[in-house]
């Protein structure tokens, strides 16, 4: 396995109980979260804890276990889809157009959410064209986007928001 896989597992292991790895703070977490919900527009699609939006995952526990340079990767350079998450366009035979996050499908109807929230029931005999979209729904461009300061900061936050909750008092250990 090598030092490098073995410290792969012992960070997931550390994952599963609910503790990250030590990493040292990339950037200002407050100006981090003014970047998520303003500029880079983050909480369009990803929510932390109960603010933002709901198309994507919610990245309040995203940073646990994982270093400031696998976050900043992973905003500057995101993987392709893995078919997890699929994004589609799917016209009905009446010529209307609709766009989203294919939630569930099956061999006869696809469910999908728009952007605006909306779920939508969609019965594949009632399609002319159902088509996936190739690219992540994650946006691409955030390293051109933001400055440098400003990814540090988004990456900040990310790691403080993932910051392990203090203990209960009433709560044995």
């Not at 946006?139 to 203090?166: F, K």
């Amino acid at each position: 396995m090598g030092p490098a896989g073995i410290r792969e597992v012992v960070d997931y292991l550390r994952v599963l109980q609910g503790k990250g790895t030590e990493a040292p703070t990339a950037g200002d977490p407050l100006r981090g979260r003014t970047v998520f919900f303003g500029k880079a527009a983050c909480s369009s699609c990803h929510a932390v804890g109960a603010q933002g939006g709901f198309l994507s995952t919610d990245l309040s526990t995203y940073a646990r276990g994982l270093t400031p340079a696998e976050i900043r990767k992973a905003i500057t350079d995101p993987a392709p889809s893995t078919g997890r998450a699929k994004t589609a366009v799917a016209t009905t035979r009446a010529g209307e157009r609709l766009s989203g996050i294919v939630r569930n499908e099956d061999n006869f109807s696809v469910q999908m959410q728009s952007a605006d929230g909306g779920f939508h029931f969609l019965l594949k005999s009632e399609l002319e064209k159902l088509e996936y979209q190739p690219l992540s729904p994650m946006p691409t461009g955030y390293g051109q986007r933001l400055t440098r300061q400003e990814l540090d900061d988004l990456v900040g936050y990310l790691q403080s928001i993932n910051a392990e909750p203090a203990s209960d008092p009433g709560e044995e250990e």
